[in-house]
Every structure is written in C-alpha cells, then in structure tokens.
C-alpha cells in the first residue's frame, strides 16, 4: 500500500503495519490509523505517521531512554483490550513535545 505523506514523499507500507487506534488519539480523534516509521538517522526517535492524514505525525520514542525507571502498569482489562496477555508483549512509546 502506497500511502502520501508530508514529511517523508511517498512510503510504501504493508496493510499488517497498520497501528489501528479505534477511538484516535486526544486530540485527534478522527485519525485512527497510524503506521511506525523508523530513520536511522533519528534514533532513538521514530515517527508515528497517520495514514489517511498526510500531514499529521508525531514524534515518539520509547520511554526509558528518556526515563531509566519508568514503569507501565496495565490492569488485567487493559491487557485484554490490548489483545496481549503481558506488557512484555508490547511495544511502549511516548510522543515527544519540542519546546
């Protein structure tokens, strides 16, 4: 799937990339597909890339680089909805705000 964005031109991306978020994100609640895009030259920042709105991305990265001792804790319920049995089953990543 060929999809146009803003920041990066064309990307191609498979449709199993796809990061669906059923109720958007605060703020943009009309957004609820995403996909991951990974420069080597940003590290350890990755771009979280909506996929139906060109213009929107945001800057993430995962939380312990930032914050040694940061710790997720998820209810039994939240991992449900997740669809995962362990928080080591996922992928936890925080966007980043410039100042």
Known sequence: MLIKTSRFGEIEIEENQIINFPSGLIGFSEDRRFVIREDEAATPFRWLQAVDNQ?????????????????????????????????????????????
């Open 55 to 99: 213009a929107l991305a945001f800057v993430m990265i995962e939380p312990h680089v930032s914050v040694s001792n940061y710790e997720l804790e998820l209810t039994k319920d939240n991992l449900r909805k997740l669809k995962a049995e362990s928080i080591k089953d996922l992928s936890v990543y925080v966007l980043v705000t410039m100042a």
